[in-house]
Nanobody, 117 residues
Protein backbone atom coordinates (compact mmCIF):
# COMPACT_ATOMS: atom_id res chain seq x y z
CA UNK A 1 0.00 0.00 0.00
CA UNK A 2 1.00 3.58 -0.67
CA UNK A 3 0.06 6.83 1.01
CA UNK A 4 0.26 10.14 -0.84
CA UNK A 5 0.13 13.50 0.88
CA UNK A 6 -0.14 16.70 -1.12
CA UNK A 7 0.81 20.08 0.25
CA UNK A 8 1.61 23.58 -0.92
CA UNK A 9 -1.75 24.79 -2.08
CA UNK A 10 -3.11 28.15 -1.14
CA UNK A 11 -4.55 31.43 -2.27
CA UNK A 12 -2.57 33.51 -4.74
CA UNK A 13 -3.19 36.41 -7.05
CA UNK A 14 -3.24 36.13 -10.81
CA UNK A 15 0.33 35.81 -12.05
CA UNK A 16 1.58 34.34 -8.81
CA UNK A 17 3.32 31.06 -8.17
CA UNK A 18 2.93 28.01 -5.99
CA UNK A 19 4.88 24.81 -5.63
CA UNK A 20 2.91 21.72 -4.80
CA UNK A 21 4.52 18.70 -3.22
CA UNK A 22 3.36 15.13 -3.04
CA UNK A 23 5.20 12.90 -0.63
CA UNK A 24 4.76 9.17 -0.98
CA UNK A 25 5.30 6.52 1.61
CA UNK A 26 4.66 2.83 1.93
CA UNK A 27 5.51 0.23 -0.66
CA UNK A 28 8.65 1.46 -2.37
CA UNK A 29 8.08 -0.89 -5.26
CA UNK A 30 4.80 0.84 -5.97
CA UNK A 31 6.30 4.30 -5.53
CA UNK A 32 8.90 3.55 -8.18
CA UNK A 33 6.54 4.38 -11.01
CA UNK A 34 5.32 7.13 -13.24
CA UNK A 35 3.32 9.75 -11.39
CA UNK A 36 0.90 12.46 -12.32
CA UNK A 37 -0.79 15.58 -11.11
CA UNK A 38 -4.50 16.00 -11.68
CA UNK A 39 -6.88 18.77 -10.83
CA UNK A 40 -10.59 19.13 -10.39
CA UNK A 41 -12.27 22.49 -10.65
CA UNK A 42 -15.77 23.14 -9.32
CA UNK A 43 -18.36 21.65 -11.62
CA UNK A 44 -15.79 19.97 -13.82
CA UNK A 45 -14.30 16.52 -14.17
CA UNK A 46 -10.89 15.71 -12.84
CA UNK A 47 -8.30 16.37 -15.53
CA UNK A 48 -4.73 15.35 -16.03
CA UNK A 49 -2.30 18.23 -15.58
CA UNK A 50 1.13 16.67 -15.91
CA UNK A 51 2.92 13.34 -15.80
CA UNK A 52 6.47 12.31 -15.11
CA UNK A 53 8.23 9.04 -15.74
CA UNK A 54 9.66 6.95 -12.96
CA UNK A 55 13.15 8.27 -13.58
CA UNK A 56 12.02 11.87 -13.96
CA UNK A 57 13.28 12.22 -17.50
CA UNK A 58 10.05 12.24 -19.48
CA UNK A 59 7.33 14.76 -18.72
CA UNK A 60 4.05 15.65 -20.35
CA UNK A 61 1.66 18.51 -19.78
CA UNK A 62 -1.86 19.48 -20.57
CA UNK A 63 -1.99 22.17 -23.21
CA UNK A 64 -3.53 24.58 -20.74
CA UNK A 65 -0.46 24.56 -18.49
CA UNK A 66 2.41 24.13 -20.93
CA UNK A 67 5.09 26.72 -20.38
CA UNK A 68 3.73 27.64 -16.95
CA UNK A 69 3.85 24.44 -14.90
CA UNK A 70 6.79 22.13 -14.32
CA UNK A 71 6.58 18.65 -12.86
CA UNK A 72 9.64 17.14 -11.24
CA UNK A 73 10.53 14.49 -8.73
CA UNK A 74 13.11 13.66 -6.13
CA UNK A 75 13.13 9.91 -5.88
CA UNK A 76 15.47 9.96 -2.90
CA UNK A 77 12.71 11.77 -1.01
CA UNK A 78 9.83 9.92 -2.67
CA UNK A 79 8.39 13.27 -3.62
CA UNK A 80 6.94 14.72 -6.78
CA UNK A 81 6.54 18.45 -7.28
CA UNK A 82 4.45 20.73 -9.41
CA UNK A 83 5.86 24.21 -9.84
CA UNK A 84 3.06 26.49 -10.99
CA UNK A 85 3.94 29.90 -12.37
CA UNK A 86 1.90 32.61 -14.04
CA UNK A 87 -1.21 31.31 -12.37
CA UNK A 88 -4.59 32.16 -13.81
CA UNK A 89 -8.03 32.10 -12.23
CA UNK A 90 -8.88 29.10 -14.38
CA UNK A 91 -6.16 27.16 -12.57
CA UNK A 92 -8.31 27.22 -9.46
CA UNK A 93 -8.96 23.62 -8.48
CA UNK A 94 -8.15 20.90 -6.04
CA UNK A 95 -4.89 19.34 -7.14
CA UNK A 96 -4.21 15.65 -6.63
CA UNK A 97 -1.18 13.50 -7.21
CA UNK A 98 -1.50 9.98 -8.48
CA UNK A 99 0.47 6.81 -8.96
CA UNK A 100 -1.25 4.83 -11.69
CA UNK A 101 -1.85 1.12 -11.36
CA UNK A 102 -3.78 -1.33 -13.43
CA UNK A 103 -6.63 -1.04 -10.93
CA UNK A 104 -6.90 2.74 -10.82
CA UNK A 105 -3.95 3.90 -8.81
CA UNK A 106 -3.20 5.66 -5.58
CA UNK A 107 -4.46 9.16 -4.82
CA UNK A 108 -3.68 11.79 -2.28
CA UNK A 109 -6.26 13.83 -0.41
CA UNK A 110 -5.79 16.86 -2.62
CA UNK A 111 -4.66 20.40 -1.98
CA UNK A 112 -6.69 23.47 -2.83
CA UNK A 113 -5.30 26.07 -5.19
CA UNK A 114 -7.24 29.28 -5.53
CA UNK A 115 -6.17 32.02 -7.91
CA UNK A 116 -7.85 35.35 -7.37
CA UNK A 117 -8.58 37.50 -10.38
Amino acid sequence: QVQLVESGGGLVQTGGSLRLSCQASGDIRSINAAMGWYRQAPGKQRELVATISSGGITTNYADSVKGRFTISRDNAKNTVYLQMNSLKPEDTAVYYCNIPTNWGGYWGQGTQVTVAS
